[in-house]
């Protein structure tokens, strides 16, 4: 009867933590821990780190040069060109994956072309992630 009850109580306990268990990057002030922590992302799905996020990512530049990146970024289009928002919000966040990425210009409506959607996430939350990286904007 003790064995179930310990079986029990430990359940719950776990149950609870799992429940309250925070994500990394609570607010733009934290997406540096993205960086100090890419051990954690290296070599696994781009889901797993984005959902260890917790503002809005709004946009997402893709490039596919000599590697593979999405650089995510927490301000609109609009805001980027008149240079809006302070200047943690106007950091990007550049995460490298393995392969290709098929954005799919023509797809997205016109004038919404960079903007991070869920469909995006389930589209290449499975790409693999080979590097992470914070870039913060020019101070004047």
């Known amino acids: 009867m003790k064995n179930i009850i310990k079986f029990f109580v430990v359940s719950y306990l776990?149950?609870?933590?799992?429940?309250?268990?925070?994500?990394?990057?609570?607010?733009?002030?934290?997406?540096y821990k993205l960086k100090e922590n890419k051990t954690l992302f290296i070599d696994r799905p781009l889901k797993d780190l984005l959902k260890e996020i917790r503002p809005?990512?709004?946009t997402a530049?893709?490039?596919?040069?000599?590697?593979?990146?999405f650089i995510f970024k927490f301000t609109t289009i609009e805001q980027q060109r008149q240079d809006q928002g302070s200047f943690l919000e106007?950091?990007?966040l550049f995460v490298y994956v393995k392969d290709s990425i098929p954005?799919?210009?023509?797809?997205k409506p016109k004038g919404t072309e960079l903007n991070w959607t869920s469909d995006d996430v389930q589209k290449f939350g499975n790409f693999?992630?080979?590097?992470?990286?914070?870039?913060?904007?020019?101070?004047?």
């Open 61 to 69: 530049h893709v490039f596919n040069e000599d590697y593979f990146v």
């Open 14 to 31: 776990l149950l609870i933590n799992d429940a309250n268990s925070q994500q990394m990057v609570q607010n733009i002030n934290d997406v």
């Open 90 to 92: 106007r950091v990007a």
């Open 103 to 107: 954005w799919g210009w023509k797809e």
């Open 128 to 140: 693999i992630v080979t590097n992470v990286s914070v870039v913060y904007p020019k101070q004047d």
């Open 56 to 58: 809005e990512i709004k």
